[in-house]
């Protein structure tokens, strides 16, 4: 079973549908991102799909500090979903008419332009998904307490699931507009074999803060050149000023550029949190990690010649 933030509409749901390893599984609709991290990690589901990132809006703070700092679950795959919102609301419903928006907060984020422009003076309520924005509006027509002045925001898929109208087609404020999601499973689960362009993604947490810290970790990175796809720093929770780094980088646990890297830094920091290594989502070249990958091999063995004639202590 996959659990993903429902109910049935959401942009998760669909990222669900297409994630890697869900194939033949039970789909299984969970009402907060807490309750999808919660249910893999007592086992009532096997993996679980939660979004991480957004283009507009940038990092889901609660899914990622789940796997940063509450949860010990492994990221096995990735799913790039392109965001399209839309105003839904009940049949007849015309814009200048609503006065109240319902949605998830970073779907109402993705569309303050809009809202802005067109909706200036309009309430925004949150809700926990953008599926549940559409069915707390459908059900309120149904029951006949619903404000003729409310919509939500949310996607074509649920104003068709649960009975309203498309009012305001594609109200994102950026065409380009995409969220990704990573499934999560437990550390029994094992690390996804390399697939050759993968991503690996970790936590360095500081020995201490001073002068040249990120530079050291991040010249690990550079003097194998491994290509840096996000570096995001999150507040410790252990003290005002106190962060820990998060980086997600090209490249499996399984190269040997790699594990060189996550060695030195594990030596050099007090602690590093390993996340995952998993296929990349897109169509990217593994040659640059190949190419970095060869060139330690060969650094690697013209070391060992050369020590291998380092001469034993006199006596011996």
């Given at each position: ?7 049935e ?26 309750d999808?991290v ?11 799909l ?20 509450e949860r ?20 007849g ?20 332009s ?22 707390q ?7 006949g ?9 949310g ?12 009012v305001?087609?594609?109200?994102e ?22 697939t050759?362009?993968d991503?690996?993604s ?7 803060d ?11 990175f550079?003097?194998r050149?491994l290509?840096?796809v996000?570096l ?17 980088f090209?490249?499996h646990i399984a ?12 030596a ?10 998993y296929p ?6 593994p ?14 063995r013209?070391?060992?010649?050369v020590r ?9």
């Open positions: 079973m996959v659990g993903y933030l429902g109910p509409g959401t942009f998760s749901h669909e990222a669900a549908v297409s994630s890697p390893g869900s194939s033949g599984l039970e789909l299984v609709a969970l009402a907060t991102i807490h999808v919660m249910a893999v990690e007592n086992g009532d589901v096997q993996r679980g939660v979004p991480i990132e957004n283009s507009i809006e940038g990092t889901v703070s609660i899914a990622l500090d789940q796997l940063v700092f010990d679950l492994l990221i096995v795959g990735e799913v790039v979903l392109p965001v399209t919102q839309n105003l839904l609301a009940p049949p419903t015309s814009v200048k008419e609503i006065k109240r928006v319902v949605s998830f907060p970073h779907a109402t984020g993705q569309c303050r809009w809202l802005t422009a067109n909706l200036p003076d309009v309430e925004e309520v949150a809700a926990t998904s953008t599926a549940e924005a559409v069915r509006v459908a059900a309120a027509v149904r029951d307490t619903a404000d003729a002045n409310t919509a939500a925001i996607t074509s898929l649920a104003a068709e699931l649960y009975g309203l109208e498309v305001a087609p594609r109200i404020d950026h065409l380009d507009n995409a969220t990704r999601f990573v499934l999560v499973a437990p550390h029994q689960t094992g690390i996804p074999a390399p050759g362009h991503k690996t970790v936590v360095c947490f500081q020995s201490s001073h002068p040249g810290s990120l530079h050291g970790i991040l010249g690990q550079s003097a050149d290509n840096l996000k995001e720093s999150r507040p410790t929770k252990q003290g005002l000023g106190d962060y820990c780094f998060i980086i997600d090209e490249g190269d040997e550029v790699v594990a060189d890297t996550l060695r030195d830094l594990h050099g920091l007090r602690e590093l949190k390993f996340l995952g290594s990349a989502a897109g169509e990217h070249g040659a640059k990690r190949q190419r970095a990958d060869t060139a330690w091999r060969a650094a690697d013209w070391v060992h010649d291998s004639r380092v001469l034993p202590p006199p006596g011996r």
